[in-house]
């Protein structure tokens, strides 16, 4: 059985009766007109079917909780609609946390977790009562320990760990291999462990998280990835008398960017995961663990498009012939920084000829601000439409000002009714942090 990570395009995703490509029931060039472009387009019904794939996947282990990993597109709509499914939220930061807690969501489901957490942001987190604290580091076992204690409290954390698993993905995007900046190398977790039950009282250490990187099409790593964190649970049950009893799996799951693409399903992966919990909790003396999983990446990426307006081309001669668009880097910088490869339509013609191979230019001053090189479309003249597959994920939540550019507004289409869940960027909302110290302001 296929899940909708696997498919290129959002699950309703149509040619309409004038020929127009439609999603969630709404033409995508009269979106453009009414809002504007770019424009993040997010289907409604392709997160909640994802979400909905991946609790069904895992029916047969019911120890297990979803969580998001808000980092890929957090917005307070999007919380609205996966803690409606269920979800918690894994957050990285401040910003994250409070983004969760503003949209309603149940705190007691949520996860901190990051390398590199301020005292203020476990404070935050501390007050505001997010389930679990992912520990990365000493300095943080010591920080977080003050915070509890300051606050009267015991916190739930999990020890991040890099399990040592390489997989094969982008370098940068590749976390669980042992030379990582994340989490603590196996061999320092006694130390960590002995802090804890010594000195750390307010810390209560409940179990091991991990993430082994992300777009990933393996399925056999998820089966090591749990097999590595069972083992170091009943080692430390052995040598500690410690009762580990959960065990965060972290996220990954790759999704369609292109044709040449086949991320496996959702199915495979839980396949792989639940069967490991069995073989390996026997091997090695544990119990059947509680288990997180946290997808972000294979929750919202298919869901999202970016719309775009052609402006002006050049024909390199005898070279390629590059076609600009209103957007580019600062909105999706994926292709400039992983070498991210996308799949475009042109809006009103999605069946015609593709007859000419271009290069889709964004509007940044950098010559690598292309952000797909050499892709076969019908012939584009300006003002055409182009719909960017695939972009709801690390796009809008990366993207930046360069250039002073503003950052597009997102909607959420469901049921033919289109809903704005971010305002375009205003020059106002641009300047609002620039302050002009008072011996620089003009006296006349
Ligand atoms: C980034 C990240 C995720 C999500 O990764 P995806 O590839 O988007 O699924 C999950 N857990 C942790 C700890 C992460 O850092």
Redo the contacts with the bound molecule.
Sequence with gaps: MTTANQNLKPVTTKINAKGNLEIGGCDLIDLAEQYGTPLYVFDEQTIRTIAREYKQAFKAYPKVSMLY?S??FMTKAVVRILDEEGFGF?MVSGGEIYTAAAAGANMKKCLF?GNNKSYDELQMAVELGVGLISVDNFLELALLNEVAKSNNKTVDILLRVTPGIECHTHEYIQ?GHLDSKFGFDLTQVDEAVELILEEYQNLNPVGL?A?IG??IFETNIYYDEVEVLLKEAGRLKEKYSLNLTHINL????GIKYTENDCPPSINEIAEKIISSIKDNAVKYNVEEPEIHI?????IIGTSGVTLYTVGSSKQVPKGRKYVAVDGGMADNPRPSLYQAVYTADVVDKPVAEPVETVTIAGRFCESGDILIKDIKLPVLKEGDILCFYDTG?YGYSMASNYNRVLKPAAVLVNNSQSDIIINRESYEHLTACDVIPDRLKNKA
Excluded: V, Y
């Design positions: 990993a980092k890929a894994d977790n976390t998280h993430h992300s777009q972290g996220g990954g799951l946290e997808p972000g990446r294979s994920a």
